[in-house]
Every structure is written in structure tokens, then in C-alpha cells.
């Protein structure tokens, strides 16, 4: 009988960023239209990636700017990957992902997985707001082990997503059973949209402190100070 993995995946984003219909386009394979933004639901798609057989789990996490309830923490801290989703047709769904990975990381306590971020809507360039190389920069900041664009509409990078997610996952498992004293932070790299490879080199080194002042697992107070023409979070 061939064993089946199960990897658990939590989705962020602001509201109308592309979360539910990049979830869907994955699981269903349809691009739905109208779908209501006060759902918060968990989606199952069982799958083959690289010979392995998967049940992934993903939580379309219904954005809240008072919280989650119990039963939301508890999944969330049980994830083993997260993906903070922006649509790179608004700025202001991109500019809040520092705040939303800061309240990720505070819920998942001291447990360290990979977050991957993601830009969608690529089909409507011609309302693009965020470029490439901000979204790279931006998962360079976070700490985030893989950046990529996508759309949800033409299914461009959307199995890729979810499957680099899934790989975060099994080559960090692999990196912590042979180096358990390591931190995970500093194998981690970037990975860019193949697309833009000629902006960004496709594979960049993280800034190995930046995961910890900007995503800091410790539970506590969070305080916010303006830097740049970002807003940057200390916790
Ligand atoms: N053109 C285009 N529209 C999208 C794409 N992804 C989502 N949308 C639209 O963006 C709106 C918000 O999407 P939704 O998934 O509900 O956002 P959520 O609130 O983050 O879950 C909906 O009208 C979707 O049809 C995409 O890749 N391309
Ligand atoms: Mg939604």
C-alpha cells in the first residue's frame, strides 16, 4: 500500500487579495469568481509530487484584523508551512503582509516552518502595482524561503506554489533531523519567479538576522516604527 503524507498549509492575506480563488484554482482547478470573503474553510487535494503520494491540507485563512478564535490558533499553530499572499494589483494588500507574518509568527510560538510569499494576479499586468523585485526584496525581509507570482485566472504557477511549499517543508525536516542544532535560517533561500530571473539571480542568500528582528517567534508585546518608505515591525 503507498504510504500518504500529509503536510499541513495555512493561507494569509488581506482580504480580496486572491487567497480562496488561488486555493480553489489549486484543489478544483476552476477559477471561481465569486466566492464569499467570510468563509474560512480547510481544502483537501490529495496529490503526487516528486513520486510521493500527499494529502495537503490548506486552511484559507479568513482574514481578521481582531484575531483568530481558539479552534483557528490551534490550526494554525499546527501548520507546517505558510503562505502570506498579496495581489500585486494592490499595494496595500502587500504593505500589510509584514504586519499579518509578524501575528503568524507570534501564533505559531517558537516553531519554525517555511513561509513562502506569493504575488497573484499576474494576468492583469497592465494594473500592476508591485513589481518582481519588490515581492523578492519583500520575502527577503521576511525571511521567506521562496517568493513566486502567480494567477489564479490562468492557472500560471499555481501547482508551483503549492509544491515548492511542499518541498520547504520536506527538505527543512530533512535539514533539522541532520543538522538538529542548526538554525533553519541559515540555509534559507530565495527562490524567484523563473520568469524574472533576468532582474534577480534566481537563488539569493536571507540576511540571517532578518527573520529574527522582523518575524521573532516570541510571544509579546509588538511595536511598530516607521523606516524608509516601509513600515518596519519590531517585536
Ligand atoms: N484577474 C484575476 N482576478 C483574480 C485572481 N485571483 C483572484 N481574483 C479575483 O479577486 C477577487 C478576490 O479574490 P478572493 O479569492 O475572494 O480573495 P480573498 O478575499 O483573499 O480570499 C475575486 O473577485 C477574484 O475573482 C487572479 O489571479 N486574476
Ligand atoms: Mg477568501
Same mark, same amino acid.
Do not use: W
Given at each position: $500500500? !503507498?504510504?500518504?503524507?500529509?503536510? #499541513? ?6 482580504? *480580496?487579495?486572491? &487567497? ?11 477559477? !471561481? /469568481?465569486?466566492? =464569499?470573503?467570510?468563509?474560512? *474553510? ?8 516528486? %513520486? /510521493? ?6 486552511? *484559507? ?13 490551534? $490550526?494554525?499553530?499546527? +501548520? ?12 496595500r494588500s502587500f504593505n500589510s503582509?509584514? $504586519?499579518?507574518?509578524? #501575528? !503568524? ?5 517558537? &516553531? =519554525?516552518?517555511?513561509?513562502?510569499? !506569493? ?5 492583469? /499586468? *497592465? ?5 518582481? %523585485? ?22 500560471? %504557477?499555481? =501547482? ?6 511542499? #518541498?520547504?517543508?520536506l527538505s527543512q525536516r530533512e ?17 524567484? %519567479? ?5 532582474? /534577480?539571480?534566481?537563488?539569493? +542568500?536571507?540576511?540571517?538576522?532578518? #527573520? ?24
Amino acid at each position: $500500500m !503507498v504510504q500518504t503524507k500529509n503536510i #499541513r498549509i495555512s493561507v494569509f492575506g488581506e482580504i *480580496d487579495s486572491g &487567497k480562496s480563488t488561488l486555493v480553489l484554482q489549486y484543489v478544483q482547478s476552476q477559477f !471561481v /469568481e465569486e466566492i =464569499d470573503h467570510h468563509i474560512q *474553510d480547510i481544502y483537501t487535494k490529495r496529490t503526487e509530487i516528486d %513520486n /510521493e503520494i500527499y494529502q495537503i491540507d490548506i486552511l *484559507d485563512v479568513l482574514d481578521s484584523d481582531y484575531g483568530f478564535d481558539t479552534r483557528t490558533e490551534e $490550526m494554525i499553530a499546527d +501548520s507546517d508551512a505558510a503562505i502570506l499572499v498579496y495581489s500585486v494589483l494592490s499595494e496595500r494588500s502587500f504593505n500589510s503582509l509584514i $504586519m499579518k507574518g509578524v #501575528r !503568524v509568527c507570534s501564533l505559531l510560538k517558537h &516553531k =519554525d516552518i517555511p513561509i513562502i510569499l !506569493v504575488g497573484t494576479k499576474t494576468d492583469l /499586468e *497592465d494594473l500592476r502595482q508591485i513589481s518582481a %523585485n519588490e515581492g523578492t526584496q519583500m520575502a527577503q525581509e521576511m525571511g521567506c524561503v521562496g517568493f513566486l507570482e502567480c494567477s489564479a485566472k490562468t492557472r500560471y %504557477n499555481v =501547482d508551483q506554489v503549492f509544491e515548492t511549499t511542499v #518541498r520547504k517543508v520536506l527538505s527543512q525536516r530533512e535539514a533539522e533531523q541532520k543538522l538538529p542544532k542548526e538554525p533553519a535560517t541559515n540555509s534559507q533561500e530565495v527562490e524567484t %519567479n523563473p520568469d524574472q530571473s533576468q532582474q /534577480e539571480p534566481s537563488q539569493q +542568500s536571507i540576511k540571517p538576522q532578518a #527573520r529574527e528582528i522582523v518575524l521573532d517567534r516570541s510571544a509579546g508585546p509588538i511595536k511598530t516604527t516607521q523606516n524608509t518608505d516601509r513600515c518596519c515591525i519590531i517585536v
